[in-house]
């Protein structure tokens, strides 16, 4: 049993591509496309849910993770671009996040009636939601 599956595995490691499919220099970065998948798809939401600290967390690893993915040996594009679209979005994030709470964004947003209008809509959902679960 145990040739047979040295055999499997020279067999995956003969060919160039597949051995990088195997490698962790493939489902690393394929794995870690999480993240930025995560705050592109944040972009979206309301500036109130960022989070400053993480947000500044994520930019010094995303950073940090860049030049790693530079240094070691062979070097690792694809790591490099997940790391790169990461601090691209963290970057904007970021600033999503100054603005609102640092420049007055969340001000401006109260005095349009924005912000209390998607208040006003979240408490009378949470209501729906007491009535239904008290019917039952």
């Known amino acids: 049993m145990a040739a047979a599956i040295k055999a499997i595995n020279a067999k995956i490691r003969s060919n160039p591509v597949s051995d990088y499919i195997c490698s962790t220099h493939f489902w690393g970065p394929v794995s870690n496309f999480g993240i930025p998948i995560a705050a ?21 690893y995303s950073l940090t993770f860049m030049r790693y993915s530079l240094a070691v040996t062979p070097k690792n594009y694809l790591l490099f671009g997940c790391h790169f679209i990461n601090e691209a979005s963290q ?23 924005a912000f209390g209008a998607v208040e006003k809509k979240a408490n009378e959902v949470a209501d729906a939601a007491k009535s239904l679960a008290e019917k039952k």
Do not use: C, F, N
């Open 91 to 113: 970057l904007t994030q970021g600033y999503r996040w100054i603005a609102w709470h640092k420049w007055g964004g969340k001000e401006q947003a109260e005095a349009s009636g």
């Open 40 to 60: 592109i798809m944040d972009a979206q939401k309301s500036p109130d849910l960022i989070s400053g600290p993480m947000t500044g967390s994520l930019i010094v």
